[in-house]
């Protein structure tokens, strides 16, 4: 029966009252503590405070569960870096407090209601799996969040490579630098990682980009990013690249090859010699190699014989640049090619020098044959290129002299004399052309002065009783003839040259002197600022028959 339902009386027991709600907290633990003190440490372990729930200690538990909140929304949702370790050890410092103060209260505390402490341990054993879920949970989430980054990483490289193959090599060079590092730390540092089980296919992908300039034929362009792509197994993993490793050699080699035959003969000479030159170094074993030399001397012969067309000066400059290049190149074999061009320059040289003269290009006329004659002592053209640089230097004082070529051989018949002396206190160097071409120099005339006028010289050069004036003597054939005087040093700075013709005839001595005039700008002798002239006269004189 219940405590209600006993009898009251004499003969009775006095009632006992009900025990107290809350039992006392001195005293000898109440049977079954330790039990209990272990289950609600269990309990309260589990970071959801049910120990403090069944002994009804609601504030306390509400605290177990504010940390729990709290943890949670610092780790959710998971980064692909973890938790830092100040959270976690306060919250660690939190369940092992709680699970502590569980123990002790229930060991020192008569818990109400009728629970089994064999049961509420077994469950906290069980409830336990729920942090170490919650443990394993974010790790997982943990590794999924790493994957994401890791695929985002991978993707932003994808996206940088595709952004440069749009551009030049030189211009997208450092994003190709960028891509590539994200493709090596995925590769190498996650390979197990989904990103980095996809980096060998992004490989591919990525030489395909770099290479493009190659598989469209443009093999100049080429050149610079397939280097740089041999470049690559220094800085990433050979085993990462596999094939890749090795596969620019062969298209690197081709495109070399191309590229300089295709330059062979043009405007940019290179010290280094080029693209073959470079192919020849880093890939002497080739089939491209093995090329270089019959390519260098089909453009040789090729160029020889535009030396005798329409253009010689342009084949010429193009055959000396050719020279040049092939002379650098690091293969004896081929730079020893360099002499077939040798003859082909020396033909143009000559043809330019020609065709300037022919083009009125006199002054460069004479630069080029003199240049000739003075180079190639023993070619049969030499006496004839002197001849026409004499003619061309009369021709761009005097443009008459340019109407044809001096004649190349030397006419027949009677010779006509010419007698030329010098009345000027400088020597005279006299250039003629007609039908013979040549040049003679006469000294300076010690004792002679410069006239105050062309009329005294005129009437007074060379008429002088008692002096003896340098002279020479020429014996030409009949014809038109140009002369050109230069005077030399001796009489300051500032003579000019004096171009004049004559048409020597038949049956004739003829006699010329050559004087020097003072400027009419001025008194005194002349400066480097003030012109003067020098005038000779030609006076033919009836020769004795």
Not at 89 to 107: C, F, S
Not at 306 to 318: F, I, L, N, Q, Y
Not at 464 to 476: D, E, F, I, N, T
Request: net charge positive.
């Amino acid at each position: 029966m219940s405590w209600d339902e006993r009898p009251f009386g004499p003969d009775a027991s006095p009632p006992v009252p009900p025990p107290p709600s809350r039992p006392p907290t001195v005293g000898p633990p109440p049977p079954g503590a330790a039990l209990r003190g272990v289950a609600a440490g269990l309990l309260n372990l589990t970071g959801l405070g049910l120990g403090y729930a069944l002994m009804r200690r609601w504030l306390r538990a509400l605290l177990c569960w504010a940390a729990t909140g709290a943890l949670l929304l610092v780790a959710l949702p998971a980064d692909p870096d973890g938790l830092t370790a100040g959270p976690v050890v306060v919250y660690a410092v939190v369940l092992a407090a709680a699970a502590a103060d569980g123990v002790r209260i229930a060991r020192r505390t008569a818990v109400g209601g009728s629970w089994r402490p064999v049961v509420a341990a077994g469950a906290g054993l069980v409830l336990l799996a729920v942090p170490a879920g919650g443990v394993v949970f974010y790790g997982s989430a943990q590794d999924e969040a790493l994957e994401r980054m890791l695929l985002d990483r991978l993707g932003e490289g994808d996206r940088t490579v595709r952004a440069a193959s749009g551009r030049t090599f030189d211009a997208a060079r450092a994003d190709y630098r960028s891509a590539l590092a994200v493709y090596r730390d995925l590769g190498e540092d996650h390979p197990g990682s989904r990103a980095g089980r996809l980096v060998p296919a992004r490989l591919h992908a990525y030489y395909e980009a770099v290479a493009a300039p190659y598989r469209q034929g443009r093999h100049c362009e080429a050149v610079a990013p397939l280097t740089y792509l041999r470049t690559v197994p220094e800085s990433v993993d050979p085993k990462l690249l596999g094939d890749l490793a090795d596969w620019p050699d062969g298209p690197l080699a081709a495109s070399l090859y191309a590229c300089g035959v295709s330059r062979l003969g043009g405007p940019a000479v290179e010290p280094s010699g080029g693209e073959l030159a470079e192919l020849l170094r880093t890939f002497p074993r080739s089939a491209q190699a093995g090329k270089v030399g019959p390519a260098v001397s089909r453009k040789i012969s090729e160029l020889v014989a535009a030396v005798g067309k329409g253009s010689p000066c342009a084949a010429t400059e193009t055959l000396r640049g050719l020279r040049t290049t092939v002379a650098a190149m690091p293969e004896t074999s081929v730079s020893a090619r360099a002499r077939e061009a040798d003859r082909g320059i020396e033909n143009g040289m000559y043809a330019c020098g020609v065709d300037q003269f022919r083009s009125r290009q006199f002054a460069e006329a004479r630069r080029t044959l003199t240049e000739f004659a003075a180079t190639y002592g023993k070619d049969g053209r030499r006496a004839r290129a002197r001849d026409i640089a004499i003619a061309a230097e009369i021709a761009d004082d005097r443009p008459a002299a340019g109407e044809r070529l001096p004649p190349a051989g030397r006419p027949g018949g009677s010779r006509m004399e010419l007698v030329i002396s010098n009345d000027a206190p400088s020597g005279v160097e006299i250039l003629y052309t007609g039908p013979v071409t040549g040049r003679v120099s006469l000294k300076a005339c010690g004792s002679c002065r410069r006239f105050a006028s062309e009329a005294s010289g005129s009437a007074l050069a060379c008429k002088a009783g008692g002096r003896s004036y340098p002279k020479v003597r020429l014996r030409l054939p009949a014809g038109e003839y140009h002369f050109l005087y230069k005077h030399g040093t001796g009489t300051g700075t500032g003579v000019e040259s004096y171009a004049s013709g004559s048409r020597i005839q038949p049956g004739y001595t003829y006699t010329s002197c050559t004087y020097v005039v003072e400027s009419p700008y001025g008194l005194g002798p002349p400066s480097a600022s003030e012109p003067v002239s020098v005038a000779p006269v030609l006076l033919p004189a009836l020769a004795s028959r």
